[in-house]
């Protein structure tokens, strides 16, 4: 009995875990979900899949907070604590301007991504193409880090 109950808690701190870490990851906090999931597939006690999909999952979910803040934030921009450098910004906006929707398949980039997905809520991009593509980026990345990680 105790065996199982250390094995669920195990296995509910390490999920449980990695999803917050991922889903802050994707928002404008500097976390390094990446490295954790290198460190726990490394580790080898959880399948592959699992991680990489709630490793995904909670990046997408963190994506989400980043279009719903730019959905509503926009306007406080030019305020000295915006979470967001104006540099980044607008560099977010020149690719998203160029690029439209698709420039959100970059959302897995490190510096550009986060801010791009703020773009799209900030310019009002509808919630399904926004969830459709920058889904694929990030299960892209994350596969791709496992496959390196595991090969």
């Given at each position: 009995m105790r065996a199982r109950y250390n094995r669920a808690m195990s296995e509910l701190l390490t999920y449980g875990g990695l999803f917050a870490v991922s889903m802050v990851a994707a928002t404008l906090f500097p976390l390094q979900s990446e490295a954790v999931l290198a460190g726990l597939l490394l580790a080898g006690r959880e399948p592959v899949w699992a991680l990489v999909l709630v490793a995904s999952i909670g990046n997408v979910a963190?994506?989400?907070?980043?279009?719903?803040?730019?959905?509503?934030?926009?306007?406080?921009?030019?305020?000295?604590?915006?979470?967001?450098?104006?540099?980044?910004?607008?560099?977010?906006?020149?690719?998203?301007?160029?690029?439209?929707?698709?420039?959100?398949?970059?959302?897995?980039?490190?510096?550009?991504?986060?801010?791009?997905?703020?773009?799209?809520?900030?310019?009002?991009e509808p919630l399904p193409s926004f969830l459709a593509i920058v889904t694929v980026a990030k299960v892209a990345r994350y596969l791709a880090i496992a496959w390196l990680v595991t090969h």
């Open positions: 963190g994506s989400v907070i980043n279009w719903a803040l730019g959905r509503g934030i926009e306007h406080f921009r030019e305020r000295r604590w915006f979470p967001v450098k104006p540099a980044a910004l607008a560099r977010a906006e020149r690719w998203y301007a160029r690029y439209g929707r698709w420039s959100l398949l970059l959302s897995w980039a490190p510096v550009i991504g986060d801010p791009l997905t703020m773009i799209a809520g900030v310019l009002r």
